[in-house]
């Protein structure tokens, strides 16, 4: 599980990204939803995938 302040912190990344892509007209914006979503739910599946998750395996 991501700790706080990753979670705010990726929350603004995701948003700052989307804000750029619409700005700019870009479909690059789209991917500020990565991001956003991992803030939202607390999993990052590339932690666990680097086995760096704090969250126990089952």
């Not at 989307?18 to 991001?35: C, E, M, N, T």
């Amino acid at each position: 599980m991501l700790g706080k302040k990753s979670r705010i912190f990726r929350a603004f990344l995701g948003v700052f990204i989307i804000a750029l892509g619409v700005h700019f007209g870009s479909w690059w914006g789209a991917l500020g939803i990565i991001p956003l979503f991992v803030a939202l739910t607390g999993v990052c599946p590339v932690c666990r995938f680097l086995q760096r998750c704090r969250i126990p395996h089952r």
